[in-house]
């Protein structure tokens, strides 16, 4: 059974640009979450999707966003790109909303370098 | 403020040796508790996941102990291995009605030498 994919793996952008990475859940999850990862900080919540609707966010700038699509299918835009924002992005899929029981998946992550 | 604090921040054995690593939380009421590996520039990988009336869980040479009293968990690893070289991240669940609202501990960098 396929993993979570998430694609690009690698993406070089410039300051101002900006940027949309995509997350395949694992075939039956219909929950999606991405969080940030940048050394030193750890994994930050950005925000939680469930059957194409967001359902928890964490605290970022609304220069951060998402959707889901019907095939529980997710993107993450990020406008007005900052140097600060280099990071790896992870997202997460569960089976339910209800996560205290359920396991994670994450992918593999998308290295976002803003130069 | 719900907060998950891990130590050591890295950490360097030989192969072979055991180390345990440390996950302090103040997240009260939580649901479950996580330990994940992660590779260098992969996602993390699950390794053990407990609930809070649970005090131990394996997972081959991992095994994970949890005190909810004293709020404190640990990861040994047994018989350290060169591919366990990775970063060890200890992740809370509150309980907080269904939302997915997982608190994250910096983690602890691992590296196994020969």
């Known amino acids: 059974k396929a993993g979570v994919t998430q694609t690009p793996r690698y993406l070089i952008k410039t300051r101002g640009q900006q940027v949309t990475l995509s997350c395949s859940p694992i075939?039956?999850?219909?929950?999606v979450s991405w969080y940030q990862q940048t050394p030193g900080q750890g994994l930050q919540f950005l925000f939680e999707y469930f059957s194409e609707t967001q359902r928890n966010k964490g605290n970022f700038p609304g220069r951060f966003s998402g959707r889901q699509f019907s095939n529980s299918r997710s993107e993450m835009n990020v406008s007005t790109l900052e140097l600060g924002d280099s990071a790896l992005y992870l997202c997460a899929s569960s089976l339910a909303q209800l996560t205290e029981n359920y396991g994670y998946t994450f992918g593999s992550g998308t290295r976002l370098t803003v130069v | 403020k719900n907060q998950v604090e891990q130590s050591p921040q890295s950490l360097i054995i030989l192969e072979g040796k055991n180390c345990t690593l440390q996950c302090n939380y103040t997240v009260s009421p939580f649901s479950n508790l996580r330990w994940y590996k992660q590779d260098t520039g992969r996602g993390p990988v699950s390794l053990t996941i407990m609930t809070f009336s649970e005090n131990t869980k394996s997972n081959g040479r991992y095994t994970a102990t949890l005190d909810a009293d004293t709020k404190q968990s640990s990861l040994h690893i047994t018989a350290s291995q060169l591919s366990d070289s990775a970063s060890y991240i200890c992740?809370?669940?509150?309980?907080?009605?269904?939302?997915?609202?997982?608190?994250f501990g910096a983690g602890t960098r691992l590296a196994v030498h020969p």
């Open positions: 992740v809370v669940s509150p309980f907080s009605g269904g939302y997915n609202k997982l608190i």
């Open positions: 075939s039956g999850h219909r929950s």
